[in-house]
Nanobody, 123 residues
Framework: QVQLVESGGGLVQAGGSLRLSCVAS????????MGWFRQAPGKEREFVVA????????YYADSVKGRFTISRDNAKMTVYLQMNSLKPEDTAVYFC????????????????WGQGTLVTVSS
């Protein structure tokens, strides 16, 4: 069993930055691919970014490429999402996800999910 706890959400003006964190507990963190998803009000949850267990491979949604950066610190069992140049359309609840298989993470079928952290970007 893996528990995931997100933090770092908040209110920011357009053009600003936030860094989200997701701390994991449970089993060997480095074996898990990790990802971030988001769900805006009235919309379905969508993939944002994913990172392999070693951190060597990353995948980004086109909507965040060049603005968001995912990283991980396996010693701290933490994955980060640095979000720059934020736009009002980035407003959503952001969820952290984990699974052994990268494909499951990228396609939203992860076994493990956090509770989410709200990011609000004002115009």
């Amino acid at each position: 069993q893996v528990q995931l706890v997100e933090s770092g959400g908040g209110l920011v003006q357009a053009g600003g930055s936030l860094r989200l964190s997701c701390v994991a507990s449970g089993r060997t963190f480095s074996r898990y691919a990790m990802g971030w998803f988001r769900q805006a009000p009235g919309k379905e949850r969508e993939f944002v970014v994913a990172i392999s267990g070693s951190g060597a491979t990353t995948y980004y949604a086109d909507s965040v490429k060049g603005r968001f950066t995912i990283s991980r610190d396996n010693a701290k069992m933490t994955v980060y999402l640095q979000m720059n140049s934020l736009k009002p359309e980035d407003t959503a609840v952001y969820f952290c996800a984990a699974d052994d298989v990268m494909t499951w993470v990228r396609t939203g079928r992860s076994r493990y999910w956090g509770q989410g952290t709200l990011v609000t970007v004002s115009s």
